[in-house]
């Protein structure tokens, strides 16, 4: 079997993270199947995303520009559903990018929302 098994985000301020991701991973149809001290895991079609801190972290602050991840697509089915996630994402502390292209900043048949949360993280909410 192919795919992804796991995506760990580390994070600096823990307590801000899980709040953010926790909101936006249910929203987009993640259930939270773990949680301990130092973190959170939400799971989907078999795959789970973990949220955690960790003694290793060599900076306070991430930078999505930087080499590494961009950011994490994730799919919601509809474009009701991605029009729902972007309404309610800034009272969760999730802002919108590209709004003067949205919905098609990906192009004109790609119906998707840009989040970034207070960390900087990038996440893109998809219609289909």
């Known amino acids: 079997m192919s795919g992804f098994h796991h995506v760990e985000v580390w994070v600096a301020d823990l307590p801000i993270a899980l709040t953010e991701w926790g909101w936006l991973l249910e929203h987009v149809g993640f259930d939270q199947s773990a949680s301990w001290p ?20 060599t900076g306070s602050t991430h930078d999505r520009r930087a080499p590494g991840v961009n950011h994490i697509a994730f799919a919601v089915g509809s474009p009701t559903a991605v029009n729902d996630v972007m309404a309610a994402a800034p009272a969760h ?16 048949d790609h119906y998707a929302g840009w989040l970034e949360n207070s960390a900087g993280f990038k996440a893109e909410i998809v219609a289909g």
Not at 95 to 106: M, N, S, T, V
């Open 93 to 108: 502390g999730w802002q919108p990018l590209y709004q003067d292209r949205y919905p098609r900043a990906g192009g004109p």
């Open 38 to 57: 130092e973190g959170a895991s939400w799971t989907a079609g078999g795959s789970y995303l973990t949220v955690t801190t960790s003694p290793n972290l």
